[in-house]
């Protein structure tokens, strides 16, 4: 029911513009809960947190959307006030990368010379 309602704040926000709306009950946790990081004002915030456990929330955020440089504000503002982080600006300082979609690019490729992919 939560994640039902979850899904349906998303919808009226259009936080799942890139999503087929009437297959956004099926998207994983994972998205609802990158989307609603990235997008959602405090109210979508709090509905994400009633939802999901912390500890779920937290570890999609340190994958998704800590490295991006460009969410740096939206970090120090969720590391701070959602998960109480004392030193957000060394803990993000040790996890964001420049260019976290190049590197991984570079990694692909890097294994697909290799003939390990």
């Given at each position: 029911?939560?994640?039902?309602?979850?899904?349906?704040?998303?919808?009226?926000?259009?936080?799942?513009?890139?999503?087929?709306?009437?297959?956004?009950?099926?998207?994983?946790?994972?998205?609802?809960?990158?989307?609603t990081?990235?997008?959602?004002?405090?109210?979508?915030?709090?509905?994400?947190?009633?939802?999901?456990?912390?500890?779920?929330?937290?570890?999609?955020?340190?994958?998704?959307?800590?490295?991006?440089?460009?969410?740096?504000?939206?970090?120090?503002?969720?590391?701070t006030?959602?998960?109480?982080?004392?030193?957000?600006?060394?803990?993000?300082q040790?996890?964001?990368?420049?260019?976290?979609?190049?590197?991984r690019?570079?990694?692909?490729?890097?294994?697909?010379?290799?003939g390990?992919?």
């Amino acid at each position: 029911m939560c994640r039902d309602n979850l899904i349906q704040y998303l919808l009226r926000h259009n936080h799942l513009w890139s999503y087929d709306p009437t297959k956004a009950s099926q998207l994983p946790d994972s998205i609802l809960i990158e989307q609603t990081l990235v997008h959602s004002d405090v109210d979508g915030l709090m509905l994400l947190f009633d939802c999901f456990e912390q500890s779920d929330i937290r570890a999609v955020w340190e994958s998704e959307i800590v490295p991006h440089q460009r969410h740096h504000k939206l970090n120090i503002y969720l590391g701070t006030f959602f998960f109480r982080i004392p030193d957000i600006y060394s803990f993000l300082q040790q996890r964001t990368r420049e260019y976290p979609r190049l590197e991984r690019l570079k990694l692909l490729t890097a294994e697909d010379q290799a003939g390990t992919a």
